[in-house]
């Protein structure tokens, strides 16, 4: 198993366009997170999956964010109508919640620029 | 609100001394606890975990602490390493919930 898997790695687009990123968790881990990190921050939750069920989604995520995980595999964020607030590094993690507590484990990002 | 907080952005350390982060929190709800490491363009890579039930845990050169009448946490590093110069992002979540709450980093320089 390679780990969490991002792509594209890099993503410069301009002010109005819509961007999608995918999201490939371990395969066996059936949660799966969504976060944003900006500079000199930690990252900031956005959304959460539990298979295929969006289960929780952070005020942060506004109208233009919508996220899906089909089948409770891999994971699509969108954004639509893209701002030059939403340039950061949008980060995706998983877990196996299987009772106790496992920690999540992060793939390596989508760096977003809006020109 | 910054609910998980990370005082000093940044730490000097030398080669094979102790290294030691600090955490503070504010949601009383919190009841485990994360450190993880951060390379520049990497994702975050999980380190070490404490649950509220324990005050510390222990793993290789890695110690976590928590206080919690002081809602404090600490990380340890002993002997600190240049391989460890990086940030390092404390994260806490409750019991209800999945999702990490994170601090907003110490970066940490390991000097030779």
């Known amino acids: 198993d390679t780990g969490v898997s991002q792509d594209p790695r890099h993503k410069i687009t301009k002010r109005g366009q819509n961007v999608t990123f995918r999201c490939d968790p371990i395969?066996?881990?059936?949660?799966l997170y969504w976060y944003r990190q900006t500079l000199g921050q930690g990252p900031e939750f956005l959304t959460y999956f539990q298979n295929e069920a969006q289960l929780e989604k952070s005020r942060l995520l506004s109208d233009r964010f919508s996220a899906e995980r089909p089948k409770g595999s891999f994971s699509t964020l969108e954004i639509q109508r893209t701002e030059q607030g939403d340039s950061a590094m949008y980060l995706c993690?998983?877990?196996?919640?299987?009772?106790?507590?496992?920690?999540?484990?992060f793939g390596q990002g989508t760096r977003l620029t809006v020109v | 609100d910054q609910q998980v907080k990370q005082n000093s952005p940044s730490l000097s350390v030398q080669e094979g001394r102790i290294s030691i982060l600090n955490c503070d929190y504010t949601n009383s709800m919190f009841d485990y606890f994360l450190w993880y490491k951060k390379y520049p363009a990497e994702g975050p890579t999980f380190l070490i975990s404490i649950s509220s039930i324990k005050d510390k845990n222990e793993d290789g050169r890695f110690t976590v602490f928590l206080n919690k009448s002081a809602k404090h946490l600490s990380l340890h590093i002993v002997p600190s390493q240049p391989g460890d110069s990086a940030v390092y992002f404390c994260a806490a979540q409750t019991g209800t919930a999945s999702k990490l709450t994170f601090g907003t980093g110490t970066r940490l320089q390991v000097t030779l």
């Open positions: 993690a998983s877990s196996l919640g299987k009772g106790g507590r496992t920690e999540a484990f």
């Open positions: 395969s066996e881990h059936n949660r």
